[in-house]
């Protein structure tokens, strides 16, 4: 089965800074890996994802996320922060064996002016 | 168009009550799933529907009780609750396994 890591519970940054929030997967297999973002009480707003090819991938509101088989890893990046972006970060993966999703716990972004 | 509407955005029941929830998609996805998310946690896998059947239970409680009517909607039918079920139910479509699930913003349940 399947399974994510996400190291940092809460990480608080200046808006204008640059942002990396790190995930770890586990898995056997190829991984489908996925960024989601949610925002208080709202759902959960995919932001990119990563299934085969370039192992750097770019996504909505300026991430981009690295897959990097040899650490197991799929960390997000944004060069420079602004307020909005204050939010809960999820990474997930998925199997082409089943539909499941497996979410790591979150990081929380806390943005200060 | 790449929206799950949920309905209602909010719900307080009681524990006798019997409420539903209910979740439409039209992105033309054959899978649907109902997540529960607790305050600060990931959202849990409850019910996956795919083609209209039921393809995962997540050996949730009976008083929890999905239903597919056709391939755009989903619901959740809630009987005899307990407070400890208050939490964001969370709606989701894809096209199928390991494609990106596409969310909707969730129903937010009280049970007093």
């Known amino acids: 089965a399947q399974s994510v890591t996400q190291p940092d519970i809460h990480i608080t940054v200046s808006e204008g800074a640059s942002l990396e929030l790190r995930c770890n997967y586990s898995?056997?297999?190829?991984?489908?890996l996925f960024w989601y973002v949610q925002s208080p009480g709202q759902g959960l707003q995919l932001l990119l994802k990563?299934?085969?090819?370039?192992?750097l991938v770019q996504g909505i509101k300026g991430f981009e996320a690295e897959f990097k088989r040899s650490q197991s890893s799929f960390n997000l990046r944004k060069p420079s922060v602004h307020w909005s972006d204050a939010a809960e970060y999820f990474c997930?993966?998925?199997?082409?064996?089943?539909?499941?999703?497996?979410f790591g716990a979150g990081t929380t972004v806390t943005v200060r002016a | 168009d790449t929206e799950v509407t949920q309905t209602p955005k909010h719900l307080v029941m009681g524990m006798t009550n019997k409420k539903s929830l209910k979740c439409e998609q039209h992105?033309?996805?054959?899978?649907m799933y109902w997540y529960k998310q607790k305050a600060k946690k990931p959202p849990e896998l409850m019910f996956v529907?795919?083609?209209?059947?039921?393809?995962i239970n997540e050996s949730v409680p009976s008083r929890f009780s999905p239903e597919c009517p056709n391939s755009s909607l989903l619901n959740l039918h809630l009987h005899a609750l307990q407070p400890e079920d208050s939490a964001l139910y969370l709606c989701?479509?894809?096209?199928?396994?390991?494609?990106?699930?596409?969310f909707g913003q969730g129903t937010r349940l009280t049970v007093v």
């Open positions: 990563y299934f085969s090819g370039d192992t």
């Open positions: 989701a479509s894809s096209q199928g396994r390991a494609f990106e699930a596409f």
């Open positions: 898995y056997g297999a190829t991984p489908y």
């Open positions: 529907y795919s083609y209209e059947k039921l393809s």
């Open positions: 997930a993966v998925g199997a082409s064996v089943d539909y499941k999703l497996s």
């Open positions: 992105m033309g996805h054959r899978a």
